[in-house]
């Protein structure tokens, strides 16, 4: 099951692609024990489109399970993420996490 990082500590994103146009969003954030595996930003989905043009994003990952032994220490965690069909109006992206969100303009 997918939960929610703790903390998102970078938010970046650059083209990858012109045609059609994609973009590579890249976040580093923390998580509270190691053993958490496949980190994903997951897109909101909009009825309207973002008025002020910034996208938000989920950033969550598979948390260890209560057999599994892991250190219990504070652990980054990466994520990259291929957004194809980026929006025209794009502004920015927000990254979400259970304790804070960050902001790439």
Do not use: C
């Amino acid at each position: 099951m997918l939960t929610k990082i703790l903390e998102v500590q970078s938010v970046s994103f650059e083209p990858v692609k012109k045609n059609p146009s994609q973009l590579k969003i890249s976040a580093t954030g923390l998580v509270t024990s190691g053993g958490w595996k496949e980190p994903r930003l997951i897109p909101y989905s909009y009825a309207t489109l973002p008025p002020d043009g910034i996208y938000d994003f989920d950033f969550a990952a598979e948390a260890p399970g209560s057999k599994d032994v892991v250190i219990m220490v504070m652990t980054k965690i990466n994520v990259d993420f291929i957004w194809e069909k980026k929006p025209a109006d794009l502004k920015g992206i927000r990254v979400h996490a259970s304790k804070n969100w960050m902001v790439a303009p």
